[in-house]
Nanobody
Framework: QVQLVESGGGSVQAGGSLRLSCAAS????????MGWFRQIPGNEREGVAA???????AYIDSAKGRFTISQDIAKNTLYLQMNSLKPEDTAVYYC????????????????????WGQGTQVTVSS
C-alpha cells in the first residue's frame, strides 16, 4: 500500500524559505508523476508543481522562479523548495502521486492523482 507523509511546513515571514518533504513508501518513482498541491478553505486544490518519471516538471505561474520540485529516488522522497515566500502562498500543501503516465498538459491537474498525503500547513506572514 502506498503511503505519502509530508513534513516541513511551518510559519515564516514574507521573503523566507521552507522546504517541504514527502516520504513515499510503497511507491515506485519511475512509475508515474508526483506533485505538490495547495488548498485554502473555500478554494479548489491547485497544482503548484509536479514532476514526471522522465524528469519533466511543471509549475504554476506564481511559483516559477521561486519554487523547485525535486526527487531523491534513493530516499524515496519528493521535495518542494520554496523561496521568496509571499503571504498568498499560505495554504495546506499536499503531496500527491499517481502510477499512471501523466501527459504534460495534465501534470498539475488534481484529477490525475489517486494517492494523497495528509497535508502540511504553510503560513507566510507579512
Amino acid at each position: 500500500q502506498v503511503q505519502l507523509v509530508e513534513s516541513g511546513g511551518g510559519s515564516v515571514q514574507a521573503g523566507g524559505s521552507l522546504r517541504l518533504s514527502c516520504a513515499a513508501s510503497g511507491y515506485d518513482f519511475r512509475s508515474g508523476c508526483m506533485g505538490w498541491f495547495r488548498q485554502i478553505p473555500g478554494n479548489e486544490r491547485e497544482g503548484v508543481a509536479a514532476i514526471r518519471s522522465d524528469s519533466f516538471t511543471a509549475y504554476i505561474d506564481s511559483a516559477k522562479g521561486r519554487f523547485t520540485i525535486s526527487q531523491d529516488i534513493a530516499k524515496n522522497t519528493l521535495y518542494l523548495q520554496m523561496n521568496s515566500l509571499k503571504p498568498e502562498d499560505t495554504a495546506v500543501y499536499y503531496c500527491a502521486a499517481t502510477t499512471r503516465y501523466c501527459l504534460s498538459h495534465q501534470i498539475r491537474t488534481k484529477e490525475v492523482y489517486n494517492i494523497w498525503g495528509q497535508g502540511t500547513q504553510v503560513t507566510v506572514s507579512s
